[in-house]
């Protein structure tokens, strides 16, 4: 207990001490006129834990001393248009309680943001980084503007969170572009961008509208893990490597007509709404696998070489025009297909050159229901021998179909004779109907041909002649309709 209790006291006595230093550390008030005064005489900049009181007016200047004010406080309003600076520029750890205007201007040095809070619109349109660019773990509370700048070395985002409107339209980013684990809490915009090396988005949440359309990424672009709460438009974007985008949740999402030229993953990624893949090329492979289709999946007019969608869950799936090398995906994995007769056909043969041939039967099945219901739907004249033939042999896939067709043809015989004829017992036109729909078969296997001579000659036979020709009849169509099915599946 006395150990305890020292370490306690230990542990208050150190907290009281932090405490205690935390709050003898003053901000140091400077004036903005002493900071434009400085920089006016090509004097270097090094404060720390200052406020910085008045506006920094510095517009169209060139800024040749290093600039530091880190872990402070800036009151006032900042105007570095059409600025250049020639050295680095440390704000981090800063808190900028006004707007920011940098824009047009020129980093020729590092710029260093990282931890930067913004309360005010930050304003770095069109703008050159020149050198690498930091703003981890930056907080942009109000609308941050980045259209039309050019990224000429790594720029960091990581961490960063964006309260308001973030604009990056037009942008430029030559080399690696980090945003992971970044936080868009309002709409998105990169409308235009160009990505020239690796850009990263793992473990980003986009809350609102994202805008990624016409862009280009040329090198290996990451999306893993990422959320996209509100709708996505990826339209007419080109990818041109590898493409990632694993594990993340997505409401509405649109591709429509982009290209991707290398490897892309969407696996084990949950689609909300619908997913619009139209008229999409992908040059390489496309992964699906894993993931949740919770609404319409829709790939018309696209072009695969093999898209694997093993595991998949799809509540509809649209494959209008669409043409691939082979689709890895199983029937069960398709809960409703979007009406096409050609995409139907197209990957029914998908399925028997995988090998999968109970896929082949089952999906060539919903075709003809389908078609079946297209029909009635129009009033073909061609629907009731479609019918029929669902009917009497499941359009000649199911073998079940003439089976169950074929009891419930006896027990509808055997329910008209048993109140039809008071004579006849059940049992025995039960046993007689059986006999009289086998014998139908008669004519491939003889010994069931001889069961209608062992009753001919009864009076239920006689007096029924019209059903015994109807049962010996439809046992004919049944048992040939068998074979068919059972041929089909024995040979491949």
Known sequence: MGLHKSLAFALMLLVVITVAVASSEKYTIVNASEVMAAIGANESLDYN?????????????????????????????????????????????????NNVYLTNARF??????????FNGTSNFQSSDFNSSASFKDSNFISVAKFRESNFKSDVDFTNSNFGSRAEFYNSNFYYIAEFSGSKFNSDVYFHGSKFGNAVDFTRSTFSNYVDFRESIF???????????????????????????????????????????NGNTDFSNSRFNKDAHFVK???????????????????????????????????????????????????????????YDDTAYLLLIQNFK???????????????????????????????????????????????????????????????????????????????ISIKLLLSGAGSVIPVLGGLYDSIKEYSIVQNHMR?????????????????????NIIIR
Request: charged letters at 20%.
């Open 108 to 117: 020729n040095g590092s710029a260093i943001f990282t931890g930067t809070i």
């Open 280 to 338: 999409v090329e992908f040059s390489n492979n496309a992964y699906f696998i894993n993931s949740e289709f919770r609404r319409n999946a829709s790939f018309d007019e696209s072009k695969f070489e093999d898209v694997f969608l093993e595991g998949a869950i799809i509540e509809e799936l649209h494959l209008a025009k669409t043409e691939y090398n082979k689709m890895y995906i199983r029937d069960r994995s398709i809960k409703n297909f979007y």
């Open 353 to 431: 050159c995988l090998g999968f041939f109970d896929d082949a039967d089952s999906f060539y099945f919903k075709y003809r229901k389908a078609h079946l219901r297209n029909q009635l739907n129009t009033r073909s004249k061609y629907a009731i021998l479609n019918l029929i033939f669902l009917v009497l042999g499941g359009f000649g896939v199911k073998p079940g179909y003439p089976i169950v067709t074929g009891f419930i043809s006896i027990i509808l015989v055997v329910c008209y004779i048993y109140f039809k004829d008071e004579d006849q017992t059940s049992k025995a036109t039960l046993i």
């Open 218 to 260: 040329n090198d290996s672009t990451y999306f893993t893990q990422s959320k996209f709460n509100g709708d996505s438009d990826f339209k007419e974007c080109i990818f041109n490597k590898d493409t990632n985008f694993k594990s993340s949740d997505y409401n509405t999402t649109k591709f429509d007509c982009s290209k991707f």
């Open 49 to 97: 834990h200052i406020t910085l009181e008045g506006d920094l007016e510095l517009d169209n200047s060139v800024i040749i001393p290093q600039i530091k004010i880190r872990n402070s406080v800036v009151k006032g309003l900042i105007h570095f248009n059409h600025t250049v600076f020639d050295s680095n520029i440390d704000l981090s750890g800063s808190q900028f309680n």
């Open 467 to 487: 059903i015994v020709f109807f049962l010996r009849l439809l046992g004919s169509v049944l048992f040939g309709m068998l074979l068919i099915i059972l041929g």
